[in-house]
């Protein structure tokens, strides 16, 4: 069953005030909400961990609040309030993918269409959130445009996507967009320390692109030998240690994890080949070391074809990727060898 039309789930409080990173971003929304009007298309895009839901949400919330506040701030206690909140208000809908990894399908936009063509409840707006909207497949977004090009009176998509460049043009041409940018390294690392102090947060960060909402996650639910996993790659890449004993360690990671992994090591690799400034830690000294013996040209033809995996990632093997991933990473940095 298509996953449109549920309503969506916003359990959240103090939105904004807990994620200070957010307040560029929510500066603009507010001064799109300023206008009354919402336009018919708003696209959320930036790094995933970051809170683009939230922001969704608040927009969504500020909206339908009967007492509004001066920019996204609700009065968090009026029925509709509540409701967001609950994830039980019955104009804000969500479009979701069916299954982790897999794309939006056509069924789930003309469901969408056909429960915003009711008519609203009191708010006199209806709201719809989807994520990840560069999931959508082909059919979809062209289904989609359909609703951008002529919206009923009141609705607003709000789209939530990793990058702009994700989606097809027609679609972004539709939509007035407000970017999500993550904060500096060092507020990252304190806004981490803040809720937990840990030694690893640079790690989990880096794994989780300076998202830090997506550090807290990986951290949570990773297992807790990332150190571990990052000495062992390092030494696959310095000959040091087998690629099956490697291969078989990273086998209970998720394949987006681990990707993101190598994909920051070929990362490093290749600035430290290029003699670009690098963070200062173990590991970055440990793989530049290894990049002197690297060749360059692999080095990034290997960091572009494991970024690219990221992007296809729904429609891969996770055993033959990873077995993918540590072969480009051998022959980056043993073919000067």
Not at 236 to 244: A, E
């Amino acid at each position: 069953m298509p996953r449109a039309g549920r309503s969506l789930d916003c359990g959240w409080r103090s939105m904004l005030s807990d994620l200070p990173w957010l307040h560029d971003s929510g500066s603009r929304l507010a001064q799109i909400l300023s206008s009354q009007r919402l336009p018919a298309g708003l696209l959320l895009y930036g790094p995933r961990g970051l809170g683009r839901h939230r922001l969704a949400c608040a927009v969504a919330q500020i909206r339908f609040c009967r007492h509004p506040g001066s920019g996204l701030k609700s009065c968090e206690e009026c029925p509709a309030c509540m409701q967001v909140r609950a994830g039980s208000h019955p104009d804000l809908l969500q479009v979701r993918p069916e299954a982790e990894n897999s794309a939006i399908k056509i069924e789930s936009i003309r469901d969408l269409s056909r429960r915003l063509a009711l008519s609203s409840g009191s708010s006199g707006a209806r709201i719809a959130i989807i994520s990840p909207a560069e999931r959508l497949s082909i059919a979809a977004a062209n289904a989609l445009l359909k609703t951008l090009e002529e919206p009923s009176p009141g609705v607003t998509l709000i789209l939530v996507s990793n990058a702009s460049g994700g989606l097809p043009a027609t679609v972004l041409s539709r939509c007035q967009r407000v970017r999500v940018s993550p904060p500096s390294t060092e507020s990252a690392l304190r806004w981490l320390n803040q809720r937990q102090e840990r030694t690893d947060w640079s790690i989990w960060l880096t794994l989780a692109g300076g998202a830090p909402l997506g550090a807290l996650t990986l951290a949570r639910t990773l297992p807790d030998d990332v150190s571990a996993l990052l000495d062992s790659l390092i030494q696959v890449v310095n000959g040091r240690r087998d690629p099956l004993q490697f291969a078989s360690q990273a086998a209970e990671w998720p394949l987006e994890q681990l990707i993101g992994l190598i994909t920051w090591l070929l990362r490093v690799a290749t600035r430290a080949w290029v003699h670009a400034p690098l963070p200062d830690s173990v590991w970055t000294r440990q793989i530049a070391q290894a990049s002197h013996l690297a060749d360059g040209r692999r080095l990034v033809r290997a960091w572009q074809e494991a970024h690219g995996l990221l992007a296809e990632i729904q429609g891969l093997n996770p055993a033959l990727a990873r077995e993918r991933l540590i072969l480009l990473t051998m022959q980056a940095f043993r073919s000067a060898r």
